[in-house]
Antibody
Framework: QVQLQESGPGLVKPSETLSLTCTVS????????WSWIRQSTGKGLEWIGY???????RYNPSLKSRVTLSVDTSKNQFSLKLNSVTAADTAVYYC????????????WGQGTLVTVSS | DTQMTQSPSSLSASVGDRVTITCQAS??????LSWYQQKPGKAPKVLIY???KLETGVPSRFSGSGSGTDFTLTINNLQPEDFATYYC????????FGPGTKVDIK
């Protein structure tokens, strides 16, 4: 059974960098796209970006200037860094596996709430 | 970028009802559309992909249809566990989600 688990600080100060890690278990990271998606009251579900096992990335154009994704397949982990955060970045952050052959996010983490506040 | 809209934003229904939710894309997305169900405090769960294909393990009372810009999710014989929020999501132009339709008990 594929499982994903987000980890990282739940509170980040404005202007600082939000950092989260997703640990994948029950499956290899090879040949899949690994995504971050967030959900806030104001903006609903928003795709942040994805990374392939090779390290190739694509980002949401609205966040591209502030986002960096990385992957460590030896640890079965991938990570999100979002810099210069504001209160608008307060959201539940999910990691998810994108199954490109069928076009769906088929496995999700439970989500982690990140609050941006001083 | 492709914008997704859904209607209605919420609806009230009874167990046993047939429920229909519509989703519209701002441009032609062929059949590159998925539907998700989300319950409070939980991650979304995929129900339908490629507009009409049922995800393994999802009850057959769920069905999807449409292509191009207009899509429909239908739930036949609504069950108590179906009260949730439903989202459409396109995957032809990166990814974007609809705003959601909340289905609650009448």
């Amino acid at each position: 059974q594929v499982q994903l688990q987000e980890s990282g600080p739940g509170l980040v100060k404005p202007s600082e960098t939000l950092s989260l890690t997703c640990t994948v278990s029950g499956a290899s990271m090879r040949s899949y796209y690994w995504s971050w998606i967030r959900q806030s009251t104001g903006k609903g579900l928003e795709w942040i970006g994805y990374i392939y096992d090779t390290g190739s990335t694509r980002y949401n154009p609205s966040l591209k200037s502030r986002v960096t994704l990385s992957v460590d397949t030896s640890k079965n982990q991938f990570s999100l860094k979002l810099n210069s955060v504001t209160a608008a970045d307060t959201a539940v952050y999910y990691c998810a596996r994108y199954n490109w052959s069928d076009g769906r996010f088929d496995y999700w983490g439970q989500g982690t709430l990140v609050t941006v506040s001083s | 970028d492709t914008q997704m809209t859904q209607s209605p934003s919420s609806l009230s229904a009874s167990v046993g009802d047939r429920v229909t939710i519509t989703c519209q894309a701002s441009q032609d997305i062929s059949n590159f559309l998925s539907w998700y169900q989300q319950k409070p405090g939980k991650a979304p769960k995929v129900l339908i992909y490629d507009a009409s294909k049922l995800e393994t393990g999802v009850p057959s009372r769920f069905s999807g249809s449409g292509s191009g810009t207009d899509f429909t999710l239908t739930i036949n014989n609504l069950q108590p566990e179906d009260f949730a929020t439903y989202y459409c999501q396109q995957y032809t132009d990166l990814f974007s989600f609809g705003p959601g339709t909340k289905v609650d008990i009448k």
